[in-house]
Structure formats: structure tokens, C-alpha cells
């Protein structure tokens, strides 16, 4: 009796450290891409593209999981939800490396501050997982600290919109996507992959740094595709094991360390509405963690099963 109890147990807490691996990483994210200041934001992503294509070729051979590339394919229904995925996490990633690079990252954090709010309303009204009144609080709380953020950052609200949108739809069709983390992430990746190299091909005639202005920033474009491949991964496979609402309570993780590489490396304003948001924020996400667990001790006829 007791074996099968601890099955969903151990499910979620692997499924909890790939989520704070995931937005851990992209929390550091800005400080990798300020290296590449010099390189067009479109060209980073084109590159993101194909190194990440190369990267995850080779892990499907090093795993031989090309029959759950081809099951995923043979069904028309997955193929589109992933050509939908696609077009989010490419316009995400454009987005988000614009912001970076021109002296945004506020707004980019603000953007992933407002995702785990859209996560938490989209598992619940679109997911139908049941939220408790400790956790409706928590959203009360955590919406006013990015109302006050919101306040001081009109000029720039539509990237942190976009980034919000963008990757709170992105996870949401990764859920409920029939296909295995790295099979799913290579046919977004194979879908995006032509597009990136004639851009590519393009630009390269021109006079832009399409290829960065030295070695390293070859060398730092090459390798974007494991920076960008791995928290993917660690993130879709997250999603598959925990609830869509306790993932988004995780998010805070990302924009938090974002906020801090913001300000204390790159010199961004710090001002009292951004320390009372940040009050705020936090005061959220510990409540919600904490229902979440306790909820999590407990799981009434609400609960939503999430398997692998």
C-alpha cells in the first residue's frame, strides 16, 4: 500500500528541483547575453536556433529517441501544438534578448513576474486545478507588488507583456503536448531551424556582426545553444511533473535573480516602489509555496493528476 503512494511523491520532487534548475539558470541568463552586446539581437537568436538544433540532434542519438520524434510527428494535433510552441518561444527569446541588450532587464524581469501570475489563473481556469484561499491571497499579494513595478516601468510594458504571454502559452501547450521534453523541444527547434539559417545565409553579406567581432564572441554564440537548450529541457520536463500553478509559483526564482543582476551588476535604479514590489512579491510566493506543500500533504478531490 505504501510503494505506490511514493511513486507521485518522488514524481513531484524531481519534478521540483528540474523546475528551481531551470528558472535558476535563466535568472543568470542577462550576464551571458551582455557579453554579446555587440552582435544584433536577431543574430543571436538565429544562432540559438541552429546550435541548439546541433545539441539536441545529438542528444536524440546519444539516447536513441528518434521513434518519440517520429510517434510525435504522426500525429497532425501534436505537430501543430508544436509549431504553435515554436512561434512563442522564438518570439520570447527576440524579445527577451532585446531587452537585455538594450539596457532593459528590469522590464524583462517585470515580464517574468507577471508569468507566474498568468501560470497560476491559466492552471486554474483553463487546467481547472483548484486553488485554496491561501493561495488566492498569495495572487492578491503578488498582483499588487507587480502593479507597483508596473507603475514605474509604462515606457517598456510592452516587453515585459510580451515576455509574459509569450512563455505563459509556451508552457501551458508544452503541458498539455503528448511528447517527451527533448523529442518535443528538438521538432520546436527543427521547425525553426530553416527560417534561422537563410537568415543567417542573409545577413552575412551585409555589414552586420552576424558572427560576433571576435573569437569569443564566435565562441559565446556557438555555445548559446547549450545555455539555451538546457534550462528548456529542465523546464519542460518540470512541467510534466508538477501542477501548472505550484510551476509558476517557481518562476519568481528567475526574474528575482534578474532583478538582482539588474542592480547590483549592471547599475540599473533601484528605487522604494521597486523594494516595496519586491516586499510584496516574495510575501506571495512564500504563502503560496507553503499552501502549495500543504496542499501537496494532502490532496483533496481536486487535485489535478499530472503523469509522465
Known sequence: MDAPAARPDHHARNGLALGIGAYALWGLLPIYFKLLQGVPAVAIVAHRIVWSMVLLTALLFARRAWSEVRAAVAHPGTVKLLLATALLIGTNWLIYVYAVNSGHILAGSLGYYLNPLANILLGRFVLGEALSKRQWLAVAIAAVGVSILAVGALSHLWISLALCVSFAFYGLLRKVAKVDATAGLAIETALLVVPAILWLAWASRGTLPTWGEDRTDLALLIFSGVASTIPLLLFTAAAR?????????????????????????????????HAWAFGCIWTAALIYLMAALRGADAPGPGASPNKE
Not at 509559483?249 to 547599475?267: E, R
Request: no cysteine; charged share 5%; aromatic share 18%.
Open 241 to 273: 511533473r508538477l501542477p501548472y500553478s505550484t510551476l509558476g509559483i517557481l518562476q519568481f526564482i528567475a526574474p528575482t535573480l534578474q532583478f538582482l543582476v539588474a542592480v547590483f551588476i549592471y547599475g540599473e535604479p533601484f528605487t522604494t516602489a
